[in-house]
């Protein structure tokens, strides 16, 4: 049986303890890392491990397993100095990834000066979705794949219902590449449909292309 992927999580406050107990749900062991004890009791139940103690102390950092989990979360509130602090210890510790909350764009690129392998900012990657979604609520699903290209969930516009993939000629006419198209109401994806396909209102499209390109799909009738 394969074990399961294991992850600290320094800092235990909302943006902490949702990141832990997600990571629990999907069957990963998780170290739960904070100095108010309260913290630690609401997810004593649901996360492996939790210690009590200041992240910022070196002392408590090394008596974690650092060098063995699959990533270090730091998520220390707004106070830049502690997740600075946090981040030197624990990159001098050989922690293997290490993903840190940033709190402002200037921690943010001192945290990557620090070389953190990824800065994160909760609020502005919901903002961004919601936005997305209110205003193409076709759009299902939106996923950045690199600078260039994403990876969408779109609803199927009404002018392509009763098309066959081949006549709805996507890939030409708009430059998206269709990966897949999933059943509603079954859940089933097809993957790599071939151009006899017919399109259906009650289906959902999982196409891969660039910005401007899934634009226009998402702005199809």
Same mark, same amino acid.
């Given at each position: 049986?394969?074990?399961?992927?294991? /992850?600290?999580?320094?800092? =235990?406050?909302?943006? !902490?303890?949702?990141? $832990?107990?997600?990571? @629990?749900?999907?069957?990963?062991?998780?170290?739960?890392?904070?100095?108010?004890?309260?913290?630690?009791? $609401? +997810?004593?139940?649901?996360?492996?491990?939790?210690?009590?103690?200041?992240?910022?102390?070196?002392?408590?950092?090394?008596?974690?397993?650092?060098?063995?989990?699959?990533?270090? /979360?730091?998520?220390?509130?707004?106070?830049?100095?502690?997740?600075?602090?946090?981040? *030197?210890?624990?990159?001098? *510790? !050989?922690?293997?990834?290490?993903?840190?909350?940033?709190?402002?764009?200037?921690?943010?690129?001192?945290?990557?000066?620090?070389?953190?392998?990824?800065?994160?900012?909760?609020?502005?990657?919901?903002?961004?979705?919601? @936005?997305?979604?209110?205003?193409?609520?076709?759009?299902?699903? /939106?996923? %950045?794949?690199? %600078?260039?290209?994403? +990876?969408?969930? +779109? $609803? =199927?516009?009404?002018?392509?219902?009763?098309?066959?993939? $081949?006549?709805?000629?996507?890939?030409?006419?708009?430059?998206?590449?269709? =990966?897949?198209?999933?059943?509603?109401?079954? !859940?089933?994806?097809? =993957?790599?449909?071939? !151009?006899?396909?017919?399109?259906?209102?009650?289906?959902?499209?999982?196409?891969?292309?660039?910005?401007?390109?899934?634009?226009?799909?998402?702005?199809?009738?």
């Amino acid at each position: 049986m394969k074990s399961p992927k294991r /992850f600290v999580m320094l800092g =235990m406050g909302s943006f !902490g303890t949702a990141l $832990a107990r997600k990571l @629990a749900a999907n069957g990963c062991q998780v170290t739960g890392v904070d100095s108010r004890r309260d913290r630690l009791e $609401a +997810v004593k139940h649901e996360i492996h491990e939790c210690v009590i103690g200041d992240a910022t102390e070196r002392e408590v950092l090394e008596s974690l397993p650092l060098k063995d989990v699959s990533a270090v /979360f730091i998520s220390l509130g707004e106070t830049i100095a502690n997740s600075l602090l946090a981040t *030197l210890h624990v990159k001098e *510790l !050989g922690a293997r990834q290490v993903v840190v909350k940033g709190v402002t764009k200037e921690h943010g690129k001192i945290l990557e000066h620090l070389g953190v392998d990824r800065v994160v900012f909760p609020e502005e990657e919901v903002a961004r979705q919601l @936005a997305d979604k209110m205003t193409w609520p076709n759009v299902l699903d /939106f996923l %950045p794949i690199d %600078p260039e290209y994403s +990876v969408a969930e +779109v $609803a =199927m516009p009404g002018s392509l219902s009763g098309k066959t993939l $081949a006549e709805a000629n996507l890939r030409s006419s708009i430059g998206v590449h269709v =990966m897949g198209i999933k059943d509603v109401l079954s !859940g089933k994806l097809d =993957m790599f449909p071939d !151009g006899k396909r017919k399109l259906l209102d009650d289906q959902v499209l999982l196409v891969v292309g660039r910005a401007e390109e899934l634009q226009s799909l998402r702005e199809m009738p």
